[in-house]
């Protein structure tokens, strides 16, 4: 029991770090270029795929390349751009967004094409608010309890200051705080 508590309460502790991470990435995406948290690692990197993750004005970009270098008439090179541009973007109902993107290189005789790019791009806000969800869920209702535990004003006493009420029902002695008003006749 103690080692699953412990495994649970380092699985959140973790989350909560890249929850941190990502929000202080998303927000440095508001400032100007020179201040803004950049990286780009590459995951993985093989002779015929690389895979990318890099930040993107308020999404994260997560780039699949595939490689597969062949030779295209120039023809064939403006149908699969054509086809590009009809449909560049596909939206899923959370903000996720992918495209396939072709590379190019012209050549006077004709045209290579490298590969493709998958590109996916994920909402900052998912992101953190996935990773938060862990957290919340080991450390808030114990921050709650010890809230109410500690900030709650027992029944009897001083909403003001804490001083009991016992001896003395309609004025706080300590403060002057009127403690039952009665209401206003007129």
Not at 7 to 28: D, E, Q, T
Not at 60 to 86: C, E, F, G, H, W
């Amino acid at each position: 029991m103690r080692v699953r508590r412990f495994a649970f309460n380092l699985l959140a502790g973790a989350s909560l770090v890249v929850m941190l991470a990502l929000a202080i990435v998303w927000a440095s995406q508001v400032l100007p270029l020179g201040f803004r948290v950049r990286f780009d690692w590459t995951l993985i990197d093989s002779h015929d795929r690389v895979i990318e993750l890099e930040p993107s004005s308020n999404m994260l970009m997560l780039v699949d390349s595939r490689i597969y270098p062949r030779s295209l008439s120039t023809a064939q090179a403006n149908a699969i751009l054509a086809n590009q541009r009809k449909s560049p973007f596909h939206i899923t109902w959370i903000g996720l967004k992918w495209t396939d993107e072709p590379s190019f290189e012209w050549h006077p005789t004709g045209v290579t094409l490298y590969g493709t790019a998958r590109v996916y791009l994920v909402p900052f806000g998912l992101l953190v608010f996935v990773f938060a969800i862990l957290p919340a869920g080991r450390w808030l209702p114990s921050l709650v309890r010890w809230t109410r535990r500690h900030f709650t004003v027992p029944a009897g006493h001083c909403r003001k200051c804490g001083y009991d009420l016992r001896a003395s029902p309609d004025v706080c002695p300590e403060c002057g705080t009127p403690c039952n008003p009665q209401p206003l006749t007129t």
